[in-house]
């Protein structure tokens, strides 16, 4: 079965850590970029970090600095690194396939595969 797989979403203070993962499964994602995208109700899907497949990674403005996103091929797994986190970061986390190789677009309409979601909360 194709399909994408979140996991490592929780409840965390402000400035502190947690791991997103992204697992594939019926594909292989090495030969695909891979977007992580967050979404609040009520408001759209934003993008967030993507990685293309030769690992060359992008990040929005908005966690600049703070998150790091990572492929283990090995594992066919994309990971989310986030530090530093804020509230505003609270959102449903989740991960895409785009069908192409290099990221070119934060669009959500522009990748094919999604995973079902995972719930990062900031709050103290």
């Known amino acids: 079965q194709v399909q994408l797989v979140e996991s490592g979403g929780g409840l965390v203070q402000p400035g502190g850590s947690l791991r997103l993962s992204c697992v594939a499964s019926?594909?292989?994602?090495?030969?695909?970029?891979i977007g992580w995208f967050r979404q609040v109700p009520g408001k759209e899907r934003e993008g967030v970090s993507c990685i293309s497949g030769n690992s060359r990674t992008d990040n929005t403005d908005a966690v600049k600095g703070r998150f790091t996103i990572s492929r283990d091929n090995t594992k066919n797994t994309v990971y989310l690194q986030m530090n530093s986190l804020k509230p505003e970061d609270t959102a449903v986390y989740y991960c895409a396939r785009a069908p192409r190789y290099y990221c070119s677009t934060y669009t959500p309409s522009g990748f094919d595969l999604w995973g079902q979601g995972t719930q990062v909360t900031v709050s103290s």
């Open positions: 019926g594909f292989t994602a090495r030969y695909f970029a």
